[in-house]
């Protein structure tokens, strides 16, 4: 047992010094997480605000200026472009400068003082359908506003019924807070899975794997000596990224911080076995890389990290079971931002836990009989 | 530069890619993936939205309220609960995203003329979702008030609403031809940025080196048989997204063509500027991670807006190629934008690609250190 334990020792002290040969390495390593969690703490924002909008005002009143000033004061939309003619607003359109354009005709302050109903001309671009939606959502509600504004008490409805809203969890709905906790999971899985399946596939290919085979070192060695290493740089991304999120975004840790390093073991088996997997299907390390994201990208796309379960066919949603990114997700998430602890968790935990020693044990299997 | 020679290099790699069929089939079979996925199973569209519904008030009126949320489809109610206890626990575990709750007073507040109020909770832990679902019940709750109090009032002003590009405002339109660029830029940088570390690890560089071929020959050579694949998977992708998932192609298929070529000239030179500067295959991978995939995923406004970006990470998005790609498939497909519109996007591509080119072949040293 205690000679096991420190042929492992010598193979993972092995293996770093493989991975660190390259200096360029050991920036890349601390790089991917990084630039990663910058990007979707600041850049992939789903919340839609500063749309871009052209104004084509006819009416050039007070009235047409103070509507305009409501839209830009919303903060939902960003007036880029005073035009003059309707070809100016398909040319800025087609040109996709803007994302939306007001026109307002020549007798709308006029009407409003009659008070005789008016009507607003908006182009919005679908090409976008989720901006354009929300952006047409925002737009009716600051125009009707400001309608009831000038109308007066004189236009109250009949039936008044209101809506109290209250967003729990991110109440502010800051879609960093719903973002960064993810990166966690995508990022481990995407460095663990190249890495793992990448420098197994290496020995084969430069044809150090003979060399090891003749080593007193057993195959179930070899298999921890090979995957300890990542599950390590794992377990310092997780460090980083969560400090990155808490420090620089304010990411809130509303769960047991303590459940965070378990869960990530508990996931590092399903990412670590499938590495380990790829790596014996792959001969060379072209065909792992590829592999390794033939696997990764139907298992981002169809784990929630971006795109609800719920919305997706049923066959899909069956599908996503079997993929450990999704019951991680719920778990970091949950732990970040509801405060969910063991008494909630257990069940993805529980599913995460047997999915990750099936396909440990799985590919280990097969590791073995190739070696053989 | 010899043509021969170039043809020998490139008939080389193809004899190389041929023996690997494996790398080869996940070549073509990207794209069916990735756009079979987009096209059925994910959708920005949101419905369905899990809902616990609180009614204290049992009434006509109430149950009015919840059916005329369930008939719009964006809601669907899955339990209703007889406590608050009930909603904690539904979106705490969240088998629930919405939760209502309607007060007892909620239908005599309503025949007396008096404001009703209705509590809504959301999970706000998916804030794109919430935003949404906040959205539609505004706008459910009222057109329930405007009906239950006998007609609606007409708005002094009326906003008139029209579409273009994607008047259905289908959430397929929108990413398919982003997701085009992205697979691209994927696949470029996982066919070449292996290619020249490779023959260094290997150590069949050595033979290279020693025979006549020059460094734009061996470089040329070697992108030719990854463009014919990129070039297909390309045709393969934009077949699939008319013919399979009906997006409509308004733009002219030839400038597509030309531009798409350019684009991926680009891609495919940058993986190999990667391979010659890495020298091994494992650095490689996480470099093109670094350098293509992440940048086309994410900053390219396949998905994500930039227009939603603070300012210096939009500065970044100016120097990456696939953001420049992103707006030609968009606007090609969806706008039917004629080349005098595509043609800074087109102009930018092209230095892109002559430039990384360029690099290339200064960075590569027909040498053995």
Redesign the interface.
Known sequence: MHKSIERIKQMVVKEFIQIFRDKRMKAIIFVIPVIQTMVFGYAVTTDVNNIPTAVYDLDRSYESRELVRRLEASGYFSIRNYVSSPSEMQDLLDRGKVTMALQINRDFAEDLKRRTPTSLQILVDGTDSNTATVAMDYANRVILKYAKDVAGKTARLPVNVDLRARAWYNPELRSKNFNVPGVIATVIMLTSLLLTSMAVVREREIGTMEQLMVTPLKPLELILGKTIPFALIAFFDMALITSIGVLKFDIPIRGSIFLLPVSTAIYLLSVLGTGLFISTLARTQQQAMMAAFFFFMPALLLSGFVFPIENMPVAFQYLTFVNPLRYFLVIIRGLFLKGNGMVILWPQMAALFVLGIVVLALSSLRFRKRLG | MKLLRIKAIAQKELIQIRR?P??LA??F??PV??LL??G???????????TIVYDLDKSSLSRELISELTASGYFSVVRSADSGKDIDHY????KARVALSIPSDFSKN?RT????????????????????A??Y???L??I???R???GR???????????????????R??IIPGLIAVIMA?IAA?LTS?TVA?EW??GTMEQLISTPVKTPELILGKLIPYFLIGFIDMVLSVVMATFLFGVPLRGNIFLLAMISSVFLFGGLSLGIVISIT?K????A???S??VTF?PAF??SGF???I????KP?QIITRIIPARYFV?VL??TF??G?PLR?LVVDAVFLLIFGLVVFAIANRKFKKKIV
């Open positions: 690997d494996l790398s996940m070549a079979l990207m993936l990735l996925i987009f059925y199973a994910i959708t920005l569209d949101v419905n369905n939205l899990t979106l705490d575990s969240g309503i003329g008096k404001t009703a109020q209705l509590q809504v909770i959301v999970d706000g832990s998916d804030s794109n979702t919430a935003t949404i906040l959205g019940l505004s706008a709750t009222e329930y008030a405007q239950i109090g006998g009032i007409t708005p002094l002003i009326e906003p008139r609403m029209r579409v273009w590009y994607n008047t259905e405002l289908k959430s339109n929108y994927v996982l292996l490779r690890e290997r890495t091994s295959q494992l650095v991978s996480q470099i991670m670094v992440l994410l900053l998905m994500f807006a227009s939603n970006m603070p990470l707006a968009k606007g969806l706008k934008n519109i």
